[in-house]
């Protein structure tokens, strides 16, 4: 079910959703959490509706989107209430702010954060440089952003170091949840030697892998270099290497170890999503994110 509500208020917004569950028992008992999603404009906001709705299966919650519209317009705020098949396990409400609403996108939201519920912000794209000191940001416990699609994503992961505060997290970083996984495992067998030094390649604008040369150099004692080539991370050892390597549009990977036949392992990029639904499982700090971070300052671009 979706629900129109052009030229509205905060208030007639909340007297429907109040309506419906009276009329058709909608009910918001169950939701777990508040995610407030900040886009840019109404045209990436369906994108990220699909993402959260994905995610909501295995966390109910309210979902409020923020869609920032024209400064310089007349003030008006145009709703859309979407509940049932339309919501996934989620209640949306989508919010597109016209004119000196849209500097006042904390006034906006807070009449629909769920009571004794934590909120989560996630920005799509176009994150603040200091998301804890966004309106929005101080309201969340848990403040997502996404690196990838910022205009130069290299720069936008090495500057969260200095944004960085408790419940701050990147999607980048749940990007590179399973090369973590399989790096450690791949570690974790004889000869249990030093690693002497890790080349992680790939695309330059993929800060999945400059979090993940960081994580590494958080990790070990050794120089990690970051370069531009094929998607490939490998760790060398005294008397052998380890090497995951995969096609940069593939989903299999290959894991190399000096002595030993190839193995192939499903590695395929994980969609936002997933991403989306990992990070929303904990509200804690993510220590290991920041350290990850701090080791960015350690790794070498080789150019």
């Known amino acids: 079910m979706i629900i129109d509500m052009p030229g509205t208020t905060t208030g007639e917004v909340t007297k429907r959703l109040v309506r419906l569950r009276e009329d058709f ?31 909501s299966h295995e966390h109910p919650c309210r979902v409020v989107v923020l869609a920032r519209g024209d400064r310089e317009t007349e003030t008006r705020l145009d709703a859309q209430i979407r509940v049932g098949g339309d919501a996934g396990a989620a209640e949306v409400i989508v919010l597109r702010l016209q004119g000196q609403l849209v500097n006042h996108e904390d006034s906006v939201v807070i009449p629909f954060l ?10 799509p794209r176009g994150a603040p440089e200091f998301p804890s000191q966004d309106s929005v940001g101080r309201l969340a416990a848990r403040r997502i952003t996404d690196a990838t699609f910022a205009a130069d994503p290299q720069a936008t992961i090495k500057r969260r170091r200095c944004s960085y505060a408790v419940g701050d997290t990147d999607l980048a970083w749940s990007r590179i949840t399973y090369w973590r996984a399989l790096l450690t495992a791949a570690m974790d067998e004889p000869p249990y030697e030093p690693v002497r030094s890790v080349t992680v390649s790939g695309l330059r604008d993929e800060p999945a892998l400059d979090i993940l040369a ?38 299999t990977a290959t894991l190399t170890r000096t002595g030993e036949p190839d193995q192939r392992i499903a590695l395929a990029r994980r969609e936002t999503r997933d991403c989306l639904a990992e990070e929303l ?14 080791g960015i300052e350690r790794v070498t671009y080789d150019q």
């Open 114 to 123: 769920l009571p004794d519920t934590p909120v989560v912000a996630w920005w």
């Open 25 to 55: 028992g909608v009910i918001t008992m169950g939701r777990v959490l508040t995610l407030v999603v900040c886009t840019l404009d109404s045209s990436e906001a369906e994108g990220a509706i699909e993402a959260a709705n994905e995610a």
């Open 281 to 294: 499982r904990r509200l804690d700090a993510d220590d290991i994110y920041a350290e990850a971070l701090a």
């Open 214 to 251: 960081g994580w590494l150099a958080s990790r070990l004692d050794c120089a990690v270099h970051r370069r531009t080539g094929p998607l490939r991370v490998e760790l060398r050892r005294s008397s052998v290497s380890i090497a995951i390597a995969r096609p940069q549009t593939g989903v």
